[in-house]
């Protein structure tokens, strides 16, 4: 029987043991982990998200630290923002929210968070330590929905070594990290894109598929392998009609009711990854805040 991935399950666990970590760290240090997050602008999505994050974070201990800043404003004050926040003790991590209203440039901005307050693992500094480090290592700061991804992985309690994965999506904040992870984890990996021929042929060969696209139900089920392992990343919004009303339903990059009688093991959307990533952001938040003491 193909065995649903409860990623609301397994993040819930994850922040149960964060909970008591920060717990003991407040009476070791006298501290808790402090989380910056800032919004620009009122992108409705981005709004759910934040408001998602900081109940999240607040829940097990950490201290949100709100910036909401109005969508006209300049990079330059973005800019100084960060600074200061990169400049104060209580402000362990800091969480810029994307997208960035299109006058700045994104990467001019992860770039200015200092590294070491890297809550989302973007920082070239820490795509660089992630990409040479030898091991998934206990201080590295790493981006969260593929970490959320690997921590599914490792909760099947399978040998990953060996096993052939797919993923699908070659950008910075899942897909590349996606396959590093893998490949520490010895896996052999193929990361393939837009531009990829036989991507059915390819993923027919896969253990593992991770897809993280942004297409609706785009992996079909005859690409899929019998008793292969099938992560969805993708959150796709689609309309449906429903007793003659129009819906928005949340989809993933997976058509799901085709894979799953193929699959060992799938993540449902909603309920799958999502939860995962904003459980290692606070995870992530409470590795800077050990990292801290480590100086
Ligand atoms: P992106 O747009 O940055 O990257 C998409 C990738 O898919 C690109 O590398 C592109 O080459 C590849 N691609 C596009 N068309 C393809 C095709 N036909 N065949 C093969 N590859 C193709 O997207 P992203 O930020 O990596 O996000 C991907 C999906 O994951 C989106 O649906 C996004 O909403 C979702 N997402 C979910 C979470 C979560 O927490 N669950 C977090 C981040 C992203």
Known sequence: MTHIINGKEIAQNLRNNLKKEISKLKNKFGDVPGLAVIQVGNIAASSVYVKAKTKNAQEVGIEVIDHHLEGSVSEEELLKLINTLNNKNNVHGIL???????????????????????????????????????HNDENLLIPCTPYGC??????????????????????????????QLLIKESCTVTITHSKTKDLPGLCKNADIIIAAVGRPRMVKGEWVKEGAIVIDVGINRVEILKDGEKKTLLVGDVEYSEVEKKASAITPVPG???????????????????NSFLK
Do not use: W, Y
């Open 96 to 134: 810029v929210q994307l997208p960035l209203p299109e006058h700045m440039h994104e990467q001019t901005i992860l770039d200015s968070i200092h590294p070491d307050k890297d809550a989302d693992g973007f920082h070239p500094v820490n795509v660089g330590k992630l990409s040479i480090a030898a």
């Open 150 to 179: 690997l921590i599914m992985l490792k909760d099947l309690n399978i040998d990953l070594v060996g096993k052939n994965a797919v993923v699908i999506g070659r950008s910075n904040i899942v897909g590349k990290p996606m396959a």
């Open 272 to 290: 799958g990854v999502g939860p995962m990533t904003i459980a290692c952001l606070l995870r992530n938040t409470t590795i800077a805040f050990k």
